[in-house]
């Protein structure tokens, strides 16, 4: 298979999205396919450099996301796909997020008649209400909603979205679900000189979050989650990592909480894995890889229940699900793990079982399946 897969995010990018691209990148590639990455080029790249992955990129003009410096969309340079995929055409274009990059490549694939596959990673209208613009909810779900069912299948992450996009209307929609990957993220990358680095002693409690810094994750009762455990433990510390828009505002409200910016994936294991109890009360995911790296970190996670936190944690086994939009029962979930020592210990080692039992090779394995029957489809029709 000779696959163009086409994407706003990606590594070195550090997000859920571009993670998870990497992955199915790297795997299917390994599987013997043919996998070429089109994707905005970064700030300070060149339009060309030496190939450092298995497959190659073709890295598009590109602009700042407003409120995102530090991430770019791509142009819709429809000319240049139409004239990459004339020279070397590919058998299947998979189309990974809605930007102007991507449907771009949605006309060019339709106009050489390529058939075309999309996944649906970010639920973009249910952000609407948290920027100051409720009106335009039912606006972006209906181009959401035109742009996936101009592609043969819309892969999401799990089986409850599948659910919600069938009854918005979304046609063909699968499950592309993920893996957790057990080697990079593990609890042997404990760190006694990275917790001491956030004046957190050995027997310290330390609570950390891994997201996005915007307004869609909830930061409010992250943050009142924080304070009621501060005030009954003073010498619990807090960790933050990653950015985003949100970061400037929330450490100026909260000097206290150790905010490490962006970090690569090797450290982003080392902190994890450095922590003790992992609090994600987000309510807009479409699955939430933070998750199951905590949970492959041996790390227990109070999280609300749906996503991924739904469909790999079992409540009071391998650590504690809220009823979505509960906040006071997330709040005390998050009060009783951060005294309760033992109840840690025995969630994050089941979490980290169950991790285990979530590779990534089968992931890829029902992908590669879907892919392929759609191109044996797309040559029957």
Partial sequence: ?????????????????????????????????????????QRDEAPEAPNQNIYPEVRHPSLPIPGYPFLRFGLPVRGRLLKAWRTQRPDLVHIATEGPLGYAALLAAHKLRIPVSSSFHTNFHDYSAHYGFAWLERPVLGYLRHFHNRTRITLSPSPDLNAQLTADGFRDVRLLSRGANTRVFNPGHRSNELRASWGAGPEDLVVIHV????AEKNYALLFRCYDAILRHDPSARFVIVSDGPERAKLERAHPWAHFTGFLPRDEMARHYASADLF???????????????????????????????????????????????????????????????????????????????????????????????????????
């Fill in 1 to 41: 298979m000779h696959l163009a897969l086409v994407t706003e995010t990606f590594p070195p990018e550090i997000n859920g999205v571009a993670m998870t691209l990497g992955h199915v990148a790297e795997g299917l590639t390994e599987r013997g396919h043919h996998v070429v990455v089109h994707r905005p080029r």
């Fill in 279 to 381: 609090l994600y009360p987000s309510l807009t995911e479409t699955f939430g890889n933070v998750v199951m790296e905590a949970m492959a970190s041996a790390l227990p996670v109070v999280a609300f229940n749906y996503a991924a936190a739904a469909r790999y944690i079992q409540d009071h086994v391998s650590g504690r699900l809220a009823n979505f939009g509960d906040t006071e029962g997330f709040m005390r979930m998050s009060r009783s793990l951060a005294v309760d020592r033992s109840s840690r210990s025995r969630y994050g080692l089941a979490a980290r079982a169950v991790a285990e039992t979530v590779p990534w090779d089968a992931v890829l394995d029902g992908l590669d399946r879907d892919l392929q029957s759609v191109i044996a489809n797309a040559a029957r029709s």
């Fill in 211 to 214: 997201s996005r810094l915007a």
